[in-house]
């Protein structure tokens, strides 16, 4: 069955050390894989996408990577900082493979960046 | 408007009573979704639209659930006769593309509590 598995619910890491956050999915052969950051009461809010044939994406202080011969993506704050606090979501769509005609969530990761 | 605009956001429900939350996507996008988050991070899709029409009811309970988006008015999620299993916050999330090569913007969600 399909499934898409975030690491540990939670994660607790140092200011201004760099925060790694895994994705990790089966039966699923995506054409993009995308991150987003939901706070609490909040929606969550778009960070990134990367397509299936790009290796790594940045923008500032973030980072993802897509392999998609070990189905996974790592997602990576560096310099963390408080305010980087929230559950980050990883999505991805069916691709080739599936229903490119939404996108389906993991279960996110709670980061607590310690001051 | 340039934020998606989700009401009520709070809505509290006696068990068997109708709940209809709404919804109003970005201005110039043509895809609507809504997702059931329960539990924490688990994000169920319910439902798209591509402007009036439904493109994407696979994750729709058969019954109780409709949904509708209609030309100059907000999209809406009616559920009928609910169930103390239908409380959860309801997301709707607006895009220019149904799959992932967009981002989807979300707005803050409705909490919605059967009682």
């Known amino acids: 069955s399909q499934k898409i598995e975030q690491n540990s619910e939670a994660l607790n890491i140092q200011e201004g050390k760099t925060a790694t956050l895994t994705c990790n999915y089966t039966n699923y052969s995506p054409a993009y894989l995308q991150w987003y950051r939901q706070d609490p009461g909040r929606g969550p809010v778009f960070l990134l996408l990367?397509?299936?044939?790009?290796k790594e994406k940045r923008k500032e202080r973030l980072k993802v990577t897509f392999d998609t011969t070990l189905k996974q993506s790592l997602f990576h704050i560096t310099a963390s900082q408080p305010a980087d606090s929230a559950t980050y979501l990883c999505a991805l769509d069916g691709g080739s493979s599936g229903s490119a005609r939404q996108l389906t969530f993991g279960s996110g990761t709670q980061l607590t960046v310690l001051p | 408007g340039e934020e998606v605009a989700q009401t009520p956001k709070h809505l509290v429900r006696g068990e068997g009573q109708k709940a209809k939350l709404y919804c109003a996507p970005i201005k110039g996008h043509s895809y609507v979704f809504w997702y059931q988050q329960v539990l924490k991070n688990e994000f169920k899709f319910l439902i798209s639209?591509?402007?009036?029409?439904?493109?994407?009811e696979t994750g729709m309970p058969k019954e109780r659930f409709s949904a509708k988006c209609l030309p100059n008015s907000p999209c809406s999620l009616e559920i009928q006769a609910t169930k103390l299993e239908d409380s959860a916050v309801y997301f709707c999330a607006s895009s220019q593309s149904p799959g992932g090569n967009q981002p989807q913007h979300f707005g803050d969600g409705t909490r919605l509590s059967i009682l």
């Open positions: 639209f591509q402007n009036e029409n439904v493109f994407d």
């Open positions: 990367i397509r299936e044939n790009e």
